[in-house]
């Protein structure tokens, strides 16, 4: 592992500011699984950023939550008042300026509504996307509160 270097991860560190710090693997983070294979965590341990658009309103919802664990959509959709549908490649990046396996819960191109499933709050520090497939960074439960302006929520089957 070493410092960000590449310009989407920089971007993320610029978001954070100087209390984190981005970290690139030579091995992808794409996936919870791969995540936690290169830091040396359990899969629960990685916050992923995962989003969904809102029908009709076509709004963008970012959920974070635990990668051994799956959401809802219908859990979601009565929290947001509408249906939920998995978003494309395309409405992703659009909506956030990342492609899929690299999304941050910070540092979008727009605003998004953010919902963090309780679950993440078992663990002491966990690790999120920084905006490549293959960096990250740590922080604790409370912080992705913090950062994003999300709501706590049970949304994770």
Same mark, same amino acid.
């Not at 959709?77 to 999304?103: L, P, S």
């Given at each position: 592992?070493?410092?960000?270097?590449?310009?989407?991860?920089?971007?993320?560190?610029?978001?954070?500011?100087?209390?984190?710090?981005?970290?690139?693997?030579?091995?992808?983070?794409?996936?919870?699984?791969?995540?936690?294979?290169?830091?040396?965590?359990?899969?629960?341990?990685?916050a992923k950023s995962l989003i969904f658009r809102a029908e009709?309103?076509?709004?963008?919802?970012?959920?974070?939550?635990?990668?051994?664990?799956?959401?809802?959509?219908r859990k979601l959709g009565e929290i947001v008042g509408e249906?939920?549908?998995?978003?494309?490649?395309?409405?992703?990046?659009?909506?956030?300026?990342?492609?899929?396996?690299?999304?941050?819960?910070?540092?979008?191109?727009?605003?998004?509504?953010?919902?963090?499933?309780?679950?993440?709050?078992?663990?002491?520090?966990?690790?999120?996307?920084?905006?490549?497939?293959?960096?990250?960074? +740590?922080?604790?439960?409370?912080?992705?509160? +913090?950062?994003?302006?999300?709501?706590?929520?049970?949304?994770?089957?």
């Amino acid at each position: 592992m070493k410092p960000a270097t590449a310009p989407n991860a920089l971007r993320v560190q610029a978001a954070l500011g100087p209390d984190y710090q981005v970290l690139e693997f030579d091995a992808g983070t794409r996936t919870a699984a791969e995540a936690a294979a290169a830091i040396g965590c359990t899969a629960a341990e990685i916050a992923k950023s995962l989003i969904f658009r809102a029908e009709p309103s076509g709004r963008a919802v970012l959920v974070i939550a635990s990668g051994a664990k799956r959401v809802d959509e219908r859990k979601l959709g009565e929290i947001v008042g509408e249906k939920i549908v998995r978003a494309d490649a395309d409405f992703v990046r659009d909506k956030t300026g990342f492609a899929i396996g690299g999304v941050p819960p910070i540092g979008h191109a727009e605003p998004l509504l953010t919902l963090i499933d309780e679950s993440l709050s078992a663990f002491e520090t966990i690790w999120a996307a920084a905006g490549t497939p293959n960096a990250v960074f +740590r922080l604790t439960p409370a912080d992705v509160l +913090r950062v994003t302006g999300g709501a706590k929520a049970a949304i994770a089957r």
